[in-house]
């Protein structure tokens, strides 16, 4: 409260969490702004359809970025995946989660998942070369900020599936067209989008999210507010009504 009473203003990640916040504290809702997230320069890719992973060559996968809590609802992943007939099951590559972590291993046990189909990549030092080869990249959280990793997917132009979370993620659908929505929990409806054909951005939305989501034009936002620069409308990542 101290913080936001001394502030010049107030950043938040999206128009979500400024509406949020301004539910709490209404009378901050002038300092408020929106920056969101910036996502760094990509090339455009040639999308490999295969990764090493573990030492094999795996293809076909569904990619998911993620920690092990329950926010994330990785549980949700693993009924949708065992709902899936295992000849057309496809493999689950999920980053951030170390293959050693028992309380995961014990989740897979759980849903009868054999280690075969789900690869616990741990911290990966290439993202995107991990979401250019996926079919889909899935976000299946119960709430969500504004997720960074959703941002990445977009900025590769690769399939997103994701949930109706609370949250911002659907201000990003604002210039990124290529995602397919399921329900919090709605593992069935989650297994029939995993199975949809892989499909790739358009090149126009592709340039749409990575002009309006540019790192360095947001860093130099927040150089501008340092030097006690006004921001208008037009100098939101989104551009949209206040």
């Known amino acids: 409260y101290l913080a936001c009473l001394v502030s010049n203003c107030i950043v938040c990640q999206c128009r979500y969490m400024r509406d949020d916040l301004a539910r709490l504290a209404p009378f901050f809702r002038s300092k408020m702004i929106v920056l969101y997230n910036g996502v760094e320069s990509l090339p455009s890719f040639s999308s490999s359809s295969t990764i090493s992973c573990r030492g094999l060559q795996i293809k076909d996968f569904v990619f998911i970025a993620s920690s092990n809590k329950p926010q994330k609802s990785l549980d949700t992943l ?101 995602i397919n929505w399921f329900d919090v929990g709605d593992w069935l409806e989650l297994s029939r989008l995993i199975l949809l054909p892989g499909r790739t951005a358009s090149p126009a939305d592709l340039d749409n999210v990575r002009f309006n989501f540019n790192v360095e034009a947001i860093h130099h936002r927040y150089l501008s507010l340092l030097l006690n620069r006004r921001l208008d409308s037009q100098s939101l990542a989104i551009s949209v009504s206040p």
Request: with cysteine; hydrophobic share 45%; proline share 4%.
């Open 78 to 178: 693993l009924k949708a995946l065992r709902n899936i007939p295992e000849e057309v099951r496809p493999f689950c590559v999920i980053a951030g989660i170390a293959g050693d972590d028992l309380e995961f291993q014990a989740l897979l046990s759980e849903h009868d998942l054999a280690d075969s189909h789900v690869f616990l990549a741990g911290n990966v030092e290439n993202i995107y070369t991990y979401i250019t080869a996926s079919r889909c990249s899935v976000l299946c959280s119960k709430y969500e900020g504004f997720s960074n990793f959703a941002l990445e997917v977009a900025a590769c132009g690769v399939r997103l599936v994701l949930s109706r979370s609370p949250g911002g993620n659907s201000e990003l659908a604002l210039v990124y067209p290529n």
